[in-house]
């Protein structure tokens, strides 16, 4: 018996989705480990204070390094689940995983550049740089990358819906697939008007970075009618009596 299985639903992974991933693998944990190379990067060229003054300039910073601390655990989140819930180790998914660790990567630092630009200069009681003749190539290089991450995401769980009935999910385990699915369509089409407005309006860069305010609201909507769904899910379920047991 999995040892795993005496353990209460909720701590064996989700309660709605049973896990068809075993031990972490190889490529899971070269993920891991280029993920934490990116939080690295986030922090690497912060020094040690030796004055009071630098301490006080550090700790300014620490909001914007929150913010893109926060999304990458988010992106990680994503990834890990996706591997968690499906376990695939094929050919496709090492080749998926690689483009968006390298995507991950290369997001890195335009994502830390806009943080510190837009977080923590503001905070400090200072205008952000003149990068203004340049604004419209910062914006181009972050919807760039923010899109290629989530189409890559979009790519590997698409994959997941496509093989649905290989893999013998169930329904709630298929409306939890295309919900997640339909986050990341929303997310990767943020991305791409973001990416459309910096290469239309270059003098108007401001609307391609407040196109992503929008993903709350979707991102709201998109969970209250999954977890709607779910609750009806589960009264039908419950008013045909109890499930079979699941076997593994």
């Avoid at 030796?50 to 913010?67: G, I, M, N, Y």
């Avoid at 340049?134 to 991450?149: C, E, K, L, P, R």
């Avoid at 860069?205 to 909507?221: A, E, N, V, Y």
Wanted: charged share 15%; net charge positive; hydrophobic share 50%.
């Amino acid at each position: 018996m999995n040892p795993s299985s005496l353990l209460p639903l909720r701590l064996r992974g989700e309660v709605h989705f049973r896990w068809r991933g075993g031990a972490v693998s190889r490529l899971e944990g070269l993920s891991d480990a280029v993920f934490a190379i990116a939080l690295t990067l986030l922090v690497v060229s912060l020094q040690v204070p030796s004055t009071p003054e630098h301490l006080v300039t550090l700790f300014w910073q620490f909001p914007a390094f929150a913010l893109c601390f926060a999304f990458l655990m988010w992106v990680w989140h994503l990834h890990s689940r996706f591997h968690r819930r499906y376990g695939f180790e094929d050919a496709l998914t090492v080749a998926l995983n690689g483009l968006l660790l390298f995507c991950v990567v290369f997001y890195v630092y335009p994502l830390k550049f806009l943080a510190q630009e837009l977080v923590t200069a503001p905070l400090m009681g200072q205008g952000p740089l003149d990068w203004s003749e340049h604004s419209a190539h910062v914006m181009q290089i972050y919807a760039a990358g923010f899109s290629g991450i989530f189409l890559t995401l979009c790519l590997m769980y698409g994959r997941a819906w496509r093989l649905r009935d290989s893999i013998q999910l169930d329904p709630a385990e298929r409306l939890l697939t295309r919900s997640t699915l339909l986050g990341l369509r929303l997310t990767l089409a943020l991305g791409l008007v973001s990416l459309l407005l910096a290469t239309l309006m270059p003098r108007e860069p401001m609307w391609s970075g407040l196109i992503f305010f929008l993903m709350g609201p979707l991102h709201g909507w998109n969970g209250w009618r999954t977890g709607v769904a779910i609750a009806r899910l589960d009264t039908e379920r419950a008013a045909a009596g109890p499930p079979l047991a699941r076997v593994g």
